[in-house]
């Protein structure tokens, strides 16, 4: 019988035992996805002024110095936001947001 909890002691080697926040964070940035998260509420503002079903169809894949670049699965929709719909969804998009952080949309096919 013990006198209480086993102390823990990590083997020779290993790194002690560190936070799931903590452990979650470092790999984000290892990985380079916290990169892509830096810009989820762009993401996620585009997505809404889309509605479900065109959103599943046009991802937003990438927001730099306020140029939101979208990967469109098909030509006809490709077009459809060039050409008549896509500055429409732009100025939604930055009402949901509060402001005007999306200044331009560039659209490319999918490949």
Not at 11 to 23: H, M
Request: aromatic share 8%; no cysteine; glycine share 10%.
């Amino acid at each position: 019988m013990t006198d209480g909890p086993r102390s823990f002691k990590p083997r020779p080697g290993r790194r002690e035992a560190l936070p799931l926040g903590d452990a979650v964070q470092a790999f984000l940035r290892a990985s380079g996805i916290a990169a892509g998260m830096r810009h989820f509420d762009v993401f996620q503002a585009w997505d809404a002024a889309l509605g479900r079903e065109l959103a599943r169809r046009a991802r937003p894949v990438g927001f730099q110095a306020g140029t939101l670049s979208i990967e469109v699965q098909s030509a006809s929709h490709l077009h459809e936001l060039q050409n008549f719909t896509g500055e429409q969804f732009r100025t939604l998009a930055n009402a949901r947001l509060g402001k005007a952080e999306i200044r331009k949309v560039v659209f490319r096919l999918k490949r």
